[in-house]
């Protein structure tokens, strides 16, 4: 039996309307997901030009590079001798993430080698989620936990005069940067196949010896990357180690010395600054520094990714 | 005397409530070749992977039943499975060389299963050797760093093929061995499957019935989870004893 030609007709119009509109709505789909991913793009760049700015008039105009890189003297309200050299914070900076990663990178990937690999099901949910929640406390919470519970610790164990130091941020820096350390490291290791395991498996390694012989360097790459992306974590913060390392602008020479880190500067001293004068200016130059590492160690991080993938 | 290569007892296996193996008793013997044959989804892969115990990576599988390989109970509690392994070599369907250089996988087994460092002359005699065993030394000899992964499909089944041979394995599995390779590399392959004779008890996994009239000494027909035939090739392809036999591979000659 067929339909009489007119429903047919009908049928076939309404069929047509109904492709067309799922079409349109195709369209203003696509067009929205591309407008969030380009204003992301915008965002960033808008930053950093707003950063640069604000920057510019002083870096061309004055500021000495050679002492801003290579000496400590940091006196940006000295009436008589301003000098802004920002050699201690740059150096401090590096000591607190470069030991916050000494902890961070056996925690990190310690940690993301037992979830995808030795644990299944709830267990593995559980871990996740407790690793997540590491990931929510927020700054201020580490801020407090560097200043009330590690400063007495750090003072009664080494016996030394104040217990905010390097130690004190990079413990506090590690813990931070280990949530992310292990949900990428998580997904490097997922993403090698299955088969490798199973193929060495059935030559008689023990899981140990998979993950050491075969994972590992299979998810190089990527790990290196959760390594990077922990990186970048760990240089960005600000709050904790405003207030767990002790603000003080000297180059560290030790694990228990105080210092004071880029971000830590900035936060403390632009509000104190009149908006358009050289210190309010040298802050918005660290902040270009600060944007600049950041960036270089996201984009080294994505391009070993990229290159992951494509192997 | 024909010795034993292996010998099932009642074995059966369940992926959770599905039976995949029903009360299969085999006995393999040593030395020869033998062709598993059946149609897609007969347990075939299941049976294989039963003898190196690498099904027990699956959540939800059961077996019941004994397999005896030379003599040793495989599922017998306290059974060491790196040992068993280590005599049990596995060839997969999809060539799966390990990310690492082509010596690395040769050596992989002797890494895994020894305990120290490997001596520079042990190191470079086994992985000559084994290639020289797969006829893979004069192709690959200047290519030992090479990413074993960026090699052809063929060199990559040879490879996991002589990547067993410095553990010296008794019993070679081989889940159709050449369904990735085109005709001539299945050929070469086929040689090397009749050169290993002898040597190694060897068990196949094949659809191709040319295939498995080429290479067995023996073949086992599958259907269902059970076997149904097993005798010696000539005979199973001439003249078949059982009627289910006869239909499939003459379907198959269609
Ligand atoms: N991991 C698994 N979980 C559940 N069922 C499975 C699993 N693996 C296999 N099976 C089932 O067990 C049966 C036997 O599968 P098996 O892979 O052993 O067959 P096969 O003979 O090797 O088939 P093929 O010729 O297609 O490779 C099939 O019905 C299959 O669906
Ligand atoms: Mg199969």
Redesign the pocket.
Known sequence: MTNPPGASGRLAKRAVLRARLGRAQELVIEAVIRLCGVSAVVFVFAIFFFVLREALPLLFGGLDLGQFFGSMEWYPDSLSNRRYGALALILGTLAVTGLAMVFAIPLGLGAAIPISEFSRGRTKEALKIVVELLAAIPSVVWGFIGLMILNPVIIDLFDAPIGLTVLNGAILLALMSVPIMVSIGEDALKAVPDTYREAAEAMGATRWQVVRRVLLPAARNGLLAAVLLGVGRAVGETMAVLMATGHAVTIPTGPLDSVRTITATIAAELGETARGSDHYRVLFVLGTLLFAITFVVNLTADLVIRGFRRR | MDRQGVRTRDLCLW??S?Q?LKSVSLTIRHGQVTGLI??????????L?CFNRINER?A??RTQGTIEILGHDVYAPGTDLIELRKRVGMVF?RPNPLPLSVAENVLFGLRVHGSGRLAPDVVEGAVEAALKGVGLWSDLKDRLRTRATDLPLEQQQKLCIARLLPLKPELLLM??PCSALDPAATSRVENLIRELRGTYTILI?T?NMAQARRVSDECIY?LL?EVIEHRRTEDLFINPSDERTARYIEGRYG
């Open positions: 992926y959770g599905f995949a059946g149609p897609s989804g007969c347990g075939k892969t299941t049976l992977r699956i939800g599988v369907q889940d159709e996994v659809h599958m989870g």
